[in-house]
């Protein structure tokens, strides 16, 4: 009984079955490990010959492979590369160098302040003339024409009237239909300039109208059809009212 226990014959199979640690197992695959000169040894002359290669001698293989490692892991001495060859397997990694990223430079856009220093939008005296944006009507009656798909008669009025509320309106003459206040109605002619709250308007007369948007309701009349637009609804940038969604509405108060 004691040599079964020893020995593990006959035993359970869990008491000297396995290996000692530290050991692979016999019938395991085992890592033959190659003499020193075999990675500088040269080729075999059949191979050479198949592969068309000229035949070097071990000295010249070794300075190839330290020269090529060193082209492969920059980042390695020599010492530590000759280290790793002699222990393990390495695998040839390309570094990339790093590209510096190069900061784009914004563009400076001049600031509210510094505009009205310039005057940029300031209309200068000798061109505050009706007639000289004439021409300028004459284009954005062409261009709601296109955008209107002609304005031919049989067309909707809801369609003309969606198209209106998100083009552009240089150009463009107006009248002041109501407002609470009385001195704005009936001032007709030209946008020559949209802001967010008021309108520009150059008149007959030769005169510059700065009418505010707020308690007014414009009406704008082209090829038969009149569309009116409430500016208490309508305090909008150009730019914005383009992307803006406009809902419905029974009723609209000045």
């Known amino acids: 009984m004691e040599g079964e226990r020893e020995g593990?014959?006959?035993?359970?199979?869990?008491?000297?079955?396995?290996?000692?640690?530290?050991?692979?197992?016999?019938?395991?695959?085992?890592?033959?490990?190659?003499?020193?000169?075999?990675l500088y040894g040269g080729l075999p002359r059949q191979a050479a010959e198949e592969l068309s290669?000229?035949?070097?001698?071990?000295?010249?293989?070794?300075?190839?492979?330290?020269?090529?490692?060193?082209?492969?892991?920059?980042?390695m001495k020599d010492e530590a590369i000759q280290d790793v060859l002699s222990r393990k397997a390495v695998i040839l990694e390309h570094y990339a160098k790093k590209r510096k990223k190069q900061k784009r430079k914004k563009t400076k856009s001049f600031t509210?302040?510094?505009?009205?220093?310039?005057?940029?939008?300031?209309?200068?005296?000798?061109?505050?003339?009706?007639?000289?944006?004439?021409p300028l009507h004459e284009l954005w009656k062409q261009y709601i024409r296109d955008l209107c798909y002609g304005l031919k008669p049989d067309a909707q009025p809801?369609?003309?009237?969606?198209?209106?509320?998100?083009?552009?309106?240089h150009g463009a003459i107006v009248t002041v239909t109501k407002s609470k206040c009385p001195s704005y109605v009936g001032i007709t002619g030209i946008i020559l300039q949209e802001f967010k709250h008021v309108f520009?308007?150059?008149?007959?007369?030769?005169?510059?109208?700065?009418?505010?948007?707020?308690?007014?309701?414009?009406?704008?009349?082209?090829?038969?059809?009149?569309?009116?637009?409430?500016?208490?609804?309508?305090?909008?940038?150009?730019?914005?009212?383009s992307a803006k969604k406009f809902k419905l509405k029974g009723t609209i108060d000045l």
Do not use: H, W
Not at 12 to 37: I, M, N, Q, T, Y
């Open 8 to 38: 593990g014959g006959r035993g359970d199979g869990r008491r000297g079955s396995g290996p000692p640690e530290g050991r692979p197992p016999p019938d395991g695959p085992r890592c033959a490990v190659p003499p020193a000169g075999a």
């Open 53 to 75: 290669l000229q035949p070097q001698g071990s000295g010249e293989a070794k300075a190839f492979v330290s020269a090529f490692l060193k082209r492969s892991m920059p980042k």
């Open 112 to 134: 509210a302040k510094q505009r009205r220093e310039m005057r940029l939008f300031e209309i200068e005296p000798e061109q505050q003339r009706y007639a000289i944006f004439l």
């Open 158 to 169: 809801q369609m003309v009237q969606a198209k209106l509320l998100k083009a552009d309106l």
């Open 200 to 241: 520009k308007i150059i008149t007959k007369e030769d005169k510059l109208k700065v009418v505010p948007k707020l308690n007014n309701v414009f009406s704008l009349e082209i090829d038969g059809f009149i569309s009116y637009i409430y500016g208490s609804k309508f305090q909008l940038r150009a730019s914005e009212r």
